[in-house]
């Protein structure tokens, strides 16, 4: 081999390499400390947070102060919850920035104002299947009228619809493996579409059905913890099992997977819920991590 020829190959095996680690740089990069958390407070479990319209991010956790409501600098503006929460589960803002949350300690779901004022509760504190209980309810959805939609989740297997101001308009939903049946319903969410996407976490997929309950599709291959658009509309799911963030496509297909089991920058323990900010900023609550954890899209990834 000639000594231009070994430059060739040099030159070849250096850009080779250089696409390899591009490739492996992940899409998100963690921001350490982001969170200023009071010196005399200690976060429990960690099991959701979501975004306001006013740029405030909310964390919903297993500990004193449940609800707390952080700057977009990461400063706590407020808290509120502990006469009233037992063990915090989801937690979703709706386009009037209320705080919805879903307690699976009282078999509750609870509606505040921003403030922490409550103004609705839904469930009678006690598990059941009527159309007034839960057991334990995992996660709220809103739709483009003000109904929402609980999935009602560990106990029940069940979607419920309601209207906005807190009647039941209809439920569907089983125990079992079949199509519109489920394993743990844990996560739920609106698309642009208005396809109702249920995380069936157990049943290791997402199914999608029209408003009124009708099966669509059905896509397989992860464990739905928490689910997530970010803004430009691509779904994004925490996957509690894997310990990873996963991207999918509008057809359900997965486009991106980082993550792994750890308690440094850009691992996760146990992601259970996330959200996005205005600036598509990912914020992933971790129940096994006990943190909230602010990750921002990587400019070297290309994605």
Not at 65 to 70: D, G, L, M, R, S
Not at 131 to 152: L, M, S
Not at 194 to 219: K, S, Y
Request: net charge neutral; glycine share 12%; aromatic share 10%.
């Amino acid at each position: 081999m000639t000594a231009v020829q070994i430059g060739r190959w040099i030159s070849g095996l250096v850009i080779l390499m250089a696409g390899i680690c591009h490739a492996a740089e992940p899409p998100y990069q963690s921001v350490p400390e982001f969170f200023k958390i009071p010196a005399d407070w200690t976060l429990g479990p960690c099991s959701a947070t979501d975004m306001s319209r006013k740029g405030e991010i909310y964390l919903f956790h297993r500990g004193k102060h449940p609800i707390i409501c952080f700057d977009a600098a990461g400063n706590v503006l407020r808290s509120w919850g502990d006469d009233l929460i037992k063990t915090a589960h989801g937690l979703r803002v709706d386009r009037d920035d209320n705080v919805w949350v879903t307690d699976i300690g009282d078999h509750r779901v609870y509606k505040f104002d921003r403030t922490g004022k409550l103004l609705l509760a839904l469930g009678t504190g006690k598990p059941g299947a009527e159309n007034d209980q839960f057991n334990k309810p995992t996660d709220i959805a809103f739709g483009p009228d003000g109904e929402f939609y609980v999935t009602d989740g560990y106990g029940n297997n069940r979607v419920m619809k309601f209207s906005a101001k807190g009647t039941l308009i209809k439920s569907w939903g089983s125990a079992g493996k079949g199509p519109g049946e489920f394993n743990l319903p844990h996560a739920i969410v609106i698309d642009s579409r208005g396809r109702v996407l249920v995380g069936d976490r157990e049943n290791n997929r997402i199914q999608a059905f029209d408003p009124d309950g009708n099966h669509l599709e059905t896509w397989t291959g992860f464990a739905p913890y928490g689910m997530a658009f970010r803004p430009d509309g691509v779904l994004f799911i925490a996957t509690g099992r894997e310990n990873d963030i996963v991207a999918l496509d509008s057809a359900g297909k997965i486009q991106q997977r980082f993550g792994g089991k750890g308690k440094g920058p850009g691992e996760f323990d146990l992601p259970h819920m996330l959200t996005f900010d205005a600036n598509s900023a990912m914020y992933v609550a971790e129940v096994g991590g006990v943190r909230l954890q602010k990750l921002v899209r990587n400019p070297v990834s290309g994605n």
